[in-house]
């Protein structure tokens, strides 16, 4: 079956990057997602991949793809303590619905 | 609406009652989710929909869950005889059937006593 795996927490200091992994088992997944939960409130797509790249950049955030290891990552650049969220890690297996990764709390240290 | 709202946003209930969870997607949305995030979890697919229709109803956990979507739109999510393992919170997603990008509602935050 599908099944995506993450580190549970992550701490980094202010303006440091922050480098979150995922692993994932279904290559079929056309995409795989970064979502952002924050306390309280419900996941914000921070942004995705096709299968078939490898590399993505938006601003701050840049996402690699290893597919030959199903190993994805997202790193954000200039770690400011408003990014302190849990981040989630999905691949679409069956084309439309997300099957979603543990989660890892980034702590942001001042 | 300007995004996917959820009501009520907490629900108690006690052990054994039935509760009645609401969707109201975004405007145009064919495509609604339901998922369930316990504590400390990711959220775990329950059932999408597809239109009317319910596209894939495998993530659904026993017979006592049930979801409907009359019209296409609103979508409502049904827990008969509720049990202590059932508190989480619920959360509702919706896209525009094609999309790469699924929009979340805040969640219901349901507490069985």
């Known amino acids: 079956g599908e099944d995506v795996e993450q580190s549970l927490f992550l701490s980094v200091r202010e303006g440091d990057s922050s480098v979150i992994n995922c692993t994932y088992t279904?290559?079929?997944?056309?995409?795989l997602y970064w979502y952002k939960q924050e306390p309280g409130a419900g996941l914000q797509l921070l942004t995705y991949?096709?299968?078939?790249?490898d590399m993505k950049q938006d601003q701050r955030l840049t996402v690699l793809l290893n597919k030959k290891d199903k190993h994805l990552s997202l790193r954000i650049a200039d770690t400011q303590t408003g990014d302190s969220a849990i981040y989630f890690c999905?691949?679409?297996?069956?084309?439309?619905?997300?099957?979603f990764g543990p989660g890892t709390r980034l702590s942001v240290l001042p | 609406g300007a995004g996917v709202s959820q009501t009520p946003s907490n629900k108690v209930t006690e052990k054994g009652k039935y509760v009645e969870l609401r969707c109201d997607p975004i405007?145009?949305?064919?495509?609604l989710y339901w998922y369930r995030q316990s504590l400390g979890q990711g959220p775990e697919f329950l059932i999408y929909?597809?239109?009317?229709?319910?596209?894939?109803d495998s993530g659904l956990p026993n017979d006592r869950f049930f979801a409907v979507r009359p019209e296409g739109s609103v979508s409502t999510l049904k827990i008969q005889r509720t049990e202590r393992g059932d508190s989480a919170v619920y959360l509702c997603?919706?896209?525009?059937?094609?999309?790469?990008?699924?929009?979340f509602g805040q969640g219901t935050r349901l507490t069985v006593v």
């Open positions: 997603a919706s896209s525009l059937t094609g999309s790469t990008e699924a929009f």
């Open positions: 279904d290559s079929s997944s056309t995409y």
């Open positions: 991949i096709f299968s078939n790249m």
């Open positions: 999905a691949e679409t297996p069956y084309g439309q619905n997300f099957v």
């Open positions: 405007s145009g949305h064919t495509a």
């Open positions: 929909f597809q239109g009317t229709g319910a596209a894939d």
